[in-house]
């Protein structure tokens, strides 16, 4: 069979440098602005699921049998009586890192998204759906598998998943978009105009409305890609969900050989979206899955000198994602990707134009593989601007979704009026004159970064760290980080 066994390398922190001092002034300035009267509603942003339908192996024949209408009666019946024995030789096997999220755990994350994410007026998913090593899990525990079978298994979990998160907020709009492990053939690798998507699209286009969903099926069955206007009160607002996987430096196609051509015609796509948002005054939202810029942790954990002339590790292959975003900063309110499992933020600023940055909110996940605590985000957006004005993180006390309270709220932390392009980009440059995070928005942002004492490392790699948030081309990084070496 084609698909990848590799298990995927998720990244666990990153790492930055100095910029200018500017942002000591302006975040002050900033703080006392006045935001215009208007609507505040709320959104809940989801990430890196990472579901998990083999923390039973002995029930994953019957899974793979049944309708995903069954899928909740089988995961909730009394466990195997060797379970524990069959997933920790399953784990050996498929050479797994830690646990994603098992029925248990999704269970009591959708409770508390029941609770605290009441009255919230759409659901942005930023990816990554599926559990780590997948594919490898599926053929120990499935006989006779064939690539159908692991397609059709594929299709089912993702569906359970968003099934369950729609039940759990009745009647309120869910937009996922794809991430890297959302595949039919393996981690990171995947055909454009496949079976897989094309069997994918009605549940990922399930809340688009039904004039505007034909549509949308058709660009999602292309490439994972799809656009759809925001519900009420959002005025002149869309979300663009994009499949960025094409985008990625280790992407493949499902035979396993690099293809530029998906990522070629993806953005072009994109572009198209927000030249026609542009001409109609429509503010929008991208919700994708790996960030674009800097892979600060590879950079590091590669021991890469920029500095000296090495170039950093990416996220993407190129910058053609960045560069398509940055350009339309009129147009675009907000950029969320996920991927890192960390709760992190990013401008990008293009190199030229009058447009203004964008801004990036990164959510941190479900999934606890990297020892992060489980969570998610609530945000509080102007809908006449489609602003981001405020979030607050949800987490459970452990990894296990004993109980879940509020981690944080943005506002509180930072004590600024929006999470807006200029607020963001302020409050990073103020990261990049604060090289030894003494000031109390670093320490705020290193103390709410959260996997393990990683967060202690990020002190660490600060400066280096700082840099990759506010500069996505390796020129600039290396401009930022090495000042004195020009």
């Not at 009591?108 to 029941?114: G, V």
């Not at 796509?269 to 939202?285: C, P, T």
């Not at 006449?384 to 990894?399: F, H, I, M, N, Q």
Request: glycine letters at 6%; hydrophobic letters at 40%.
């Amino acid at each position: 069979m084609f698909r990848n066994r590799r298990k995927n390398a998720t990244r666990l922190f990153a790492v930055p440098a100095t910029f200018t001092a500017l942002a000591i002034f302006a975040l002050p300035a900033l703080a006392q602005r006045a935001a215009a009267p208007s609507q505040t509603v709320d959104a809940l942003l989801v990430s890196d699921i990472h579901f998990e339908p083999f923390r039973d192996p002995g029930k994953v024949p019957q899974l793979a049998a049944a309708p995903v209408s069954e899928w909740r009666t089988i995961l909730d019946a009394p466990p195997s009586p060797d379970r524990e024995q069959r997933f920790a030789a399953l784990e050996k096997t498929c050479h797994t890192r830690g646990l994603d999220t098992d029925q248990a755990l999704f269970v009591s994350s959708l409770k508390a998204i029941r609770r605290d994410a009441r009255g919230v007026r759409f659901v942005a998913v930023a990816g990554d759906l599926l559990a780590h090593a997948f594919d490898c899990k599926f053929d120990a525990t499935v006989t006779h598998t064939s690539d159908a079978a692991y397609r059709s298994f594929t299709v089912k979990t993702m569906e359970y998943v968003l099934r369950e998160l729609r039940a759990a907020l009745p009647g309120v709009p869910v937009y996922p978009a794809l991430g890297n492990n959302d595949s039919g053939c393996g981690d990171y690798r995947l055909d454009p105009h496949s079976e897989f998507l094309a069997e994918s699209a009605r549940s990922f286009t399930a809340d688009v409305p039904a004039a505007g969903r034909p549509a949308a099926e058709k660009n999602f069955a292309a490439e994972g890609d799809y656009s759809v206007a925001l519900p009420a009160p959002f005025r002149h607002a869309r979300l663009l969900a994009i499949d960025d996987l094409f985008e990625s430096r280790r992407y493949t196609g499902c035979a396993g050989k690099p293809d530029p051509a998906p990522a070629t015609e993806q953005i072009a796509w994109l572009r198209g979206q927000l030249d026609a948002a542009r001409a109609a005054g429509e503010k929008v939202w991208i919700v994708g899955h790996i960030p674009p810029g800097i892979d600060p942790y590879s950079t590091a954990t590669h021991l890469r000198n920029v500095c000296s002339g090495q170039a950093p590790e990416m996220f993407l292959n190129s910058t053609l994602l960045p560069d398509a975003i940055a350009a339309y900063g009129d147009v675009v309110g907000l950029a969320v990707f996920a991927h890192t499992h960390m709760d992190e933020m990013r401008v990008l600023t293009p190199a030229a134009g009058d447009h203004g940055p964008v801004a990036i909110k990164m959510t941190p996940s479900i999934s606890p593989i990297n020892g992060n605590k489980p969570s998610f985000t609530i945000a509080s957006i102007d809908a006449a601007t489609a602003t981001l004005k405020d979030y607050r993180v949800v987490a459970s006390a452990d990894e296990l979704g004993s109980s879940w309270k509020q981690e944080y709220d943005y506002a509180q932390a930072y004590g600024l009026p929006d999470f807006s392009s200029s607020t963001a980009a302020a409050l990073i440059a103020g990261f990049h004159a604060d090289p030894n995070a003494a000031a109390a928005a670093s320490q705020a942002y290193i103390r709410n970064y959260y996997v393990r004492d990683a967060s202690l490392a990020l002190a660490v790699f600060w400066p280096q760290y700082a840099c990759s948030l506010g500069n996505y081309t390796p020129e600039a990084y290396r401009s930022c980080l090495c000042p004195d070496a020009h």
